[in-house]
């Protein structure tokens, strides 16, 4: 991926602002054709969720990972090693990073290439 086209937005806001209401929008109105079209797909991932925060890789950052849609949606992100593909990642302000630990989301927000 190209990473001079690679951006990382973040929104900050006091607690009950809004931040987690606007990440459902984002991801609903993509899926309803409304926005950020030239993405080909987006994924949610719910920081707070300890799971999420103990992640390895990009698979352990989708919802039911075992799931036959959940390893389409990891296919379709490997063979386009992130290109085109909008991680909203919600609850960064409740994550706690183990800075010893190597984590796919510490790696898509500093903008390294996709971890595999």
Do not use: Y
């Not at 949610?44 to 075992?66: E, F, G, M, N, W």
């Not at 490997?78 to 796919?104: A, K, N, T």
Request: aromatic fraction near 6%.
């Amino acid at each position: 991926a190209d990473e001079a086209a690679r951006k990382v937005i973040l929104i900050e806001g006091a607690p009950g602002s809004g931040k987690t209401t606007l990440s459902w929008h984002i991801c609903q109105k993509w899926a309803s054709g409304g926005l950020f079209q030239q993405f080909s797909l987006v994924v949610l991932v719910q920081l707070r969720d300890p799971a999420i925060q103990s992640a390895r890789t990009i698979a352990d950052l989708l919802p039911h990972a075992d799931d036959r849609l959940a390893q389409e949606v990891l296919s379709e992100i490997q063979c386009r090693e992130g290109e085109g593909i909008l991680f909203v990642m919600d609850g960064w302000d409740e994550m706690v990073l183990d800075v010893g630990q190597e984590s796919p989301i510490e790696q898509l927000v500093q903008r390294n290439c996709l971890p595999k």
